[in-house]
């Protein structure tokens, strides 16, 4: 295995297979399931992106490890771990698993759970390595973006945006307002709004203009 642990990128960390502690938040987990095994130091998980929750760890696996040899899995969950999920942040030491890696502990298997998580729509969008710098830590869909109006008296406000596609031509996204702005620019919280790339002398940014 890579001896790199994180901090990853969240743009490193999505759909990878990790190798993690057991910490105190994924002890937890294990403890109130009754899932705990004194042989398994470790377990392996996936991590991917919810929409709603950001880049979550999925417990797939407990293992034990010894130096020089691959990781030994003493027990795999039922349906990947359903359940046994936590946020991406509360993960404290892993080092991610080539794909060579996850292939020799036949990880690499058809997932269909994955389908519900990866709209295509979502998978364009996260392909997106331009839109990486606006994104949120831990929430990959979610964006920073200057909104305005075109009553120019309303000065424009930084805001929150989920993205949930893009235009054909790939120019412009539609998302979703995560939060109220203080003047009315005419949109609300939980409301659509169109979002394109702008610049100016001090570089690049997202925007999106109401009224």
Not at 134 to 151: N, W
Request: glycine share 8%; with cysteine.
């Amino acid at each position: 295995m890579n001896d790199r642990t994180a901090p990853y990128s969240d743009r490193e960390n999505i759909d990878r297979w990790a190798i993690a502690e057991i910490g105190p938040a994924i002890s937890r987990i294990l403890s109130d399931k009754g899932l705990m095994r004194p042989d398994a130091a470790r377990c392996i998980g996936f991590f991917y992106v919810d929409h709603e929750e950001g880049i979550t760890f999925r417990i797939h696996s407990l293992c034990r490890t010894e130096a020089g040899r691959p990781p030994e899995i003493v027990v795999e969950f039922e349906n990947h771990g359903e359940g046994l999920i936590l946020p991406s942040d509360e993960v404290e030491a892993y080092t991610l698993l080539s794909n060579d890696e996850a292939n020799s502990l036949s990880l690499l298997e058809e997932q269909r759970w994955r389908i519900y998580y990866e709209p295509e729509p979502l998978r364009a969008v996260r392909k997106r390595t331009d839109l990486d710098r606006f994104r949120a830590p831990g929430y990959f869909d979610d964006v920073s973006v200057i909104l305005y109006s075109k009553d120019r008296e309303i000065i424009p406000e930084g805001v929150w945006v989920r993205l949930e596609e893009q235009s054909a031509d790939g120019a412009s996204f539609q998302g979703t307002l995560l939060n109220e702005p203080y003047s009315n620019f005419g949109v609300h919280e939980g409301e659509m709004v169109t979002v394109c790339f702008a610049e100016d002398e001090e570089g690049r940014f997202l925007v999106a203009e109401t009224g």
